[in-house]
């Protein structure tokens, strides 16, 4: 079984930035990609950003030169770095697991910035 934790979300003015942090624990293959997914109120979940045990890299294009996906092999975490941060920034960020085994969700962790 494969869990993944969230954490890092809040509460931040427009223009802030907070960082988020996933943690994979479990069965975890050695080649798989991370990656975070948000859901705005009344939204469907959307693609952040994805990145891959081989670097490939994956981002929202509006989201680019704001956001950065990086992660740690060994470790099996995977961090957002949210810079600039809008009003339309808001919801709920979710990790996911991608991998041989199947695909894994978080419960996600709420961020939300204040105009």
């Known amino acids: 079984q494969v869990q993944l934790v969230e954490s890092g979300g809040g509460s931040v003015q427009a223009g802030g930035s907070l960082r988020l942090s996933c943690a994979a624990s479990?069965?975890?293959?050695?080649?798989?990609?991370m990656s975070w997914y948000r859901q705005a109120p009344g939204a469907q979940r959307e693609l952040v950003a994805a990145l891959s045990t081989s670097g490939s890299t994956t981002y929202r294009e509006s989201l680019k030169g704001r956001f950065t996906i990086s992660r740690d092999n060994a470790k099996n975490t995977v961090a957002l770095q949210m810079n600039s941060l809008k009003y339309e920034d808001t919801g709920v960020y979710y990790c996911k697991l991608v991998q041989p085994a199947g695909d894994y969700w978080g419960r996600g962790t709420q961020v939300t910035v204040s105009s």
């Open positions: 479990g069965s975890i293959f050695s080649m798989n990609t």
